[in-house]
C-alpha cells in the first residue's frame, strides 16, 4: 500500500520491465495499460482445489467463478508475500508452499462492460488448513472441489470462469 492509502499496480513496457505506478482504482479501463498481477490456485490436504465466485461488486467478472485468489504485488513486495497478503485479505486463509506454476504467464481479457484485463500474472500454487472466511467484497462463495473437475469444467464450459482461469487451468494441468 501507498502511504496516502491507495493500492498502487506497477506498470510495465512489452518486455515485462518495471517503468512506473499507477493507482489501482484509476488503471483498469477501457485500455489498461500492461501491469503487474498474479494468480493463486491454493490446495487443502487432501489436494482440492479451492474456487472462488467473484463478489457481484467487482468491476470487471462479477459473480464469475475463478482460481483461488488473484491480486496485485506492491511495488517492492515479493511476489509469495503478495499471495499470502491477499489470501489472507481476500480468504481469511494462511497458506504455505507459495511456489511458482506458470512464471511467464501473461494475458489480455476485455469484460462484458467493456473494462480491460492486461496482466503479466505469474501463477502460483499454494496449501492452506482450515476453513475460508472470506471478504464479501471479494468473494461470493466458494468451493473446494477435485482438479479434475475443474480441468473439465475449464475445457467444456469455459463461460462459467474467468478468462484468466480457462487459460491457465490447461497449462497447469499439463505439467
Known amino acids: 500500500m501507498a502511504p496516502t492509502g491507495r493500492e498502487l499496480v506497477v506498470l510495465l513496457d512489452e518486455e515485462h520491465r518495471r517503468v512506473g505506478v499507477a493507482d489501482k482504482a484509476t488503471v483498469h479501463t477501457r485500455d489498461t495499460p500492461l501491469h503487474l498481477a498474479f494468480s493463486c490456485y491454493v490446495l487443502d490436504a487432501d489436494g482440492?482445489?479451492?474456487l472462488t465466485r467473484r463478489a457481484l461488486g467487482k468491476t470487471t467478472w462479477p459473480g464469475v467463478w475463478t482460481n483461488s485468489c488473484c491480486g496485485h504485488p506492491a511495488p517492492?513486495?515479493?511476489f509469495e508475500d503478495a499471495v499470502r497478503r491477499r489470501t489472507e485479505q481476500e480468504l481469511g486463509l494462511a497458506v504455505v508452499d507459495v511456489r511458482p506454476a506458470l512464471p511467464d504467464f501473461r494475458y489480455r481479457a476485455v469484460s462484458a462492460e467493456g473494462i480491460v484485463e492486461n496482466e503479466f500474472c505469474p501463477v502460483f500454487w499454494a496449501r492452506a488448513d482450515g476453513?475460508?472466511?472470506p471478504n464479501p467484497e471479494e468473494v461470493a462463495e466458494y468451493a473446494w472441489v477435485e482438479w479434475a473437475d475443474l480441468v473439465a469444467v475449464?475445457?467444456?464450459t469455459p463461460?462459467?470462469?474467468s478468462?484468466?482461469?480457462v487459460e491457465q487451468v490447461p497449462r497447469l494441468d499439463a505439467l
Open 131 to 133: 476453513v475460508p472466511a
Open 76 to 78: 517492492d513486495e515479493a
Open 48 to 50: 482440492r482445489v479451492l
Open 154 to 156: 475449464a475445457a467444456r
Open 159 to 161: 463461460w462459467l470462469l
Open 163 to 165: 478468462p484468466w482461469a
